[in-house]
């Protein structure tokens, strides 16, 4: 056979798999949940290709993933009947750092570490092929890929800096297509390669892995055998009428070893939601999106009628750290499928717009091709349907959490999702009505807590026909505004909009429940107090002043007029009907520097 190929790793596999070994060597049990999740979208890769190709599946093997533990050796393997790999995915995928999870690892032990460390953490990370080196010295990958004719073997040991290739050849390790991974199991790390251990690490690992997992297991089962009647003498003995017509017999366990069929594979979401516990979503979200903390909220529906699909949404606790993930909407938050077929996470707008992108679920239609494309998706008429839709579900949830009884619950997806929301009041008109009620704001009432439109409307005078505001930098500088002297006096409340973003938002809403948004500090305000005759006295004794400082004053100021709007200052500058309120200015400002 042909001499084996020796490779150097890519400097940083080697780091990574001392950083694994370092930091997880109180989990080390995590290695069989990353190595069926790779047999597992192995299997989802060689299942969606053959949609397009079918000649891939030229041998008629099943989906499944079998894993055998030898006690006495100390070797486990995993067996998949996917994708495989051809000899340069071998040096490309095991060789290199080029794949999610082991990228989204070493970010996680960074910020871990930045926040000051809770190593547990890291547990809860996908880690990737190189954790099989927590518990093996050796590791044997034997793989065909069904795009090449040969069967290679990718062979590396523990704290090694190179690894081989070799072509397989002999013939009773020969697998139709898939990938066999051989563990040899450090000697501490033995105890893994029990049967019983394998099964229920299978078990609380990988209930939501949507193929069959079979785990070799010895069985036994129950057989009555005759017993040898023994002498004449025991037969003269036992000359009792009840039992000289029964035969003696004995019961024996006859054991024998065969695969088990170890999870469970109906996905989650087709179970009818009464029957799912909360304790269940919340792990398989965990699952899925390699999530840490419980969702804020979720929703498991079905849609019928026009359009039939299944989905399960999540509202994540946490807002991805990094700036810019209010504008990508490439968040790999929604995975499709398509009758139970993995099809896509990579989605840019088709299935929720960019400013609900948060938004992380499943979503299952059997409408939709199996070979469906990203030109597909965006005209199909069924992906709007389904579109509009995941989006009103959403909205439920998110005004679900606004009105749980524990208040903390809406301040914390404020606290990550507001800028969101108020994104979604400048680009989604027609969702408005949706929006506006999840919207908060601090108010001259309100300096602490943030309140909602609803309950600004509820505090309402009678004879208050808007709905007030100020834009300023920060809720102090709005509560001394002398704009606001004759409102407080009034007893008026006004909603301090100190987020950048806030006045755009509140602009495009216009109006909520059939009141006008209006800036205090434009120069049209009417309080509904206006004393005509008194103004005009007004105008007849300090016109001439006014004119005198508008002179003085030059352009700086468009005009200068009598007004009835302060209480205790003496002037006020405030902006034109039609021009920008100062704060718009001065973020106008901002962005041209
Ligand atoms: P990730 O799964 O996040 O991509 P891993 O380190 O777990 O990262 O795996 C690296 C790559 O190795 C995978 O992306 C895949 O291409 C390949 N691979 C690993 N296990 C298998 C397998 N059982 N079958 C086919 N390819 C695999
Ligand atoms: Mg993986």
Redesign the pocket.
Known sequence: SPPAERYEYQAEVSRLMDLIVNSLYSNKEVFLR?LI???S??LDKLRFLSVTEPGLLKEAVDFDIRIQADKDNGIISIT?T????TRQ?LVD??GTIA????AKFLKALKDNKDAGGDNNLIGQF?V???SAFLVSDRVVVS?KSPKSDKQYVWEGEANASSYTITEETDPEKLIPRG?R?TLYLKRDDKGFAHPERIQKLVKNYSQFVSFPIYTWQEKGYTKEVEVDEGTDEAKKDDQDENTKKKKKTKTVVERYWDWELTNETQPIWLRNPKEVTKDEYNEFYKKTFDEYLEPLASSHFTTEGEVEFRSILFVPAFAPSGKDDIINPKTKNIRLFVKRVFISDDFDGELFPRYLSFVKGVVDSNDLPLNVSREILQESRIVRIMRKRLVRKAFDMILGISMSENREDYEKFWENFGKHLKLGCIEDRENHKRLAPLLRFFSSQSEEELIGLDEYVENMKPDQKDIYYIASDSVTSAKNTPFLEKLVEKDLEVLFLVDPIDEVAIQNLKSYKEKNFVDISKEDLDLGDKNEEKEKEMKQEFGQICDWIKKRLGDKVASVQISNRLSSSPCVLVSGKFGWSANMERLMKAQSM
């Open positions: 990353e999740s790779n047999a979208d192995a998949d996917g994708i495989g790999m995915e995928c095991l794949q999610s999870g082991t996908g990737g092929f190189y793989t990938t991974l």
